[in-house]
């Protein structure tokens, strides 16, 4: 089965500072790998996906990923923290069964932006 | 386009009531999901649909059950509502291009269910 970790549930970086929000996946076939950012009390958006076509992904809002095979990992980075980007992030891995398109969520990190 | 909306926001059950939870499409999916959030667990797949008067279990189906009647509505009902069953709960749903795993899901802003 497939399954992703995020290692570390709580993040706190200052403004202007860089993100990185770390994600391992565990896959016996090539993952397809997303993130979504979480706004408090509100549902979750993609930020980006990883689709196999480019290592490096952008997404919205400055956020990027890169897919490394030989880590098993997908961390999310951002140059330089907005208060706004303050929410619960979460990676999650994609299976296509032939019954929708299933994603396995990680546990989430909490990213808290100080001034 | 209102994209996926949830019926109701809030509730507080006491145990042993029953509800339903309505959850509404207006992007023409065929997909849709139902899925809880739970502290320190993430989001947690209860049910799936793949079209119209199809319907499936996910990962944590136990003490739910669901119907999809109409392609645009997929609704979650509880019929004798635990405690163990407080917890958010998120629609999904999800356009078909391809059938692959890359498949965007688009969430709805959440219900949040109490249960006493």
């Known amino acids: 089965a497939q399954s992703v970790t995020q290692l570390g549930s709580h993040v706190s970086v200052s403004e202007g500072a860089l993100v990185l929000l770390r994600c391992n996946y565990s896959?016996?076939?090539?993952?397809?790998l997303f993130w979504y950012v979480q706004y408090p009390n509100q549902g979750l958006q993609l930020l980006l996906k990883?689709?196999?076509?480019?290592?490096l992904v952008k997404g919205i809002n400055g956020f990027e990923a890169e897919f490394k095979k030989s880590e098993t990992s997908f961390h999310l980075t951002k140059p330089s923290a907005h208060m706004s980007d303050a929410a619960e992030y979460f990676c999650?891995?994609?299976?296509?069964?032939?019954?929708?398109?299933?994603?396995?969520f990680g546990t989430g990190t909490q990213l808290k932006v100080e001034l | 386009n209102a994209g996926v909306t949830q019926t109701p926001k809030f509730r507080v059950l006491k145990t042993g009531q029953s509800m339903t939870l309505l959850c509404a499409q207006d992007?023409?999916?065929?997909?849709m999901y139902w899925y809880r959030q739970d502290p320190g667990m993430g989001l947690r797949l209860i049910h799936y649909?793949?079209?119209?008067?199809?319907?499936a279990k996910g990962e944590v189906p136990d003490g739910y059950n669901v119907s999809r009647l109409k392609k645009q509505n997929f609704l979650l009902g509880l019929e004798s509502a635990a405690p163990s069953q407080t917890s958010v709960y998120f629609c999904?749903?999800?356009?078909?291009?391809?059938?692959?795993?890359?498949?965007?899901?688009?969430f709805g802003p959440g219900t949040r269910l109490t249960v006493l």
């Open positions: 999904a749903s999800s356009y078909i291009v391809r059938e692959t795993p890359t498949d965007t899901q688009y």
């Open positions: 896959s016996s076939v090539p993952p397809y």
């Open positions: 990883y689709t196999s076509a480019a290592t």
């Open positions: 999650a891995v994609s299976e296509f069964t032939g019954g929708g398109n299933k994603l396995t």
């Open positions: 992007m023409n999916h065929e997909y």
């Open positions: 649909s793949v079209g119209e008067g199809t319907t």
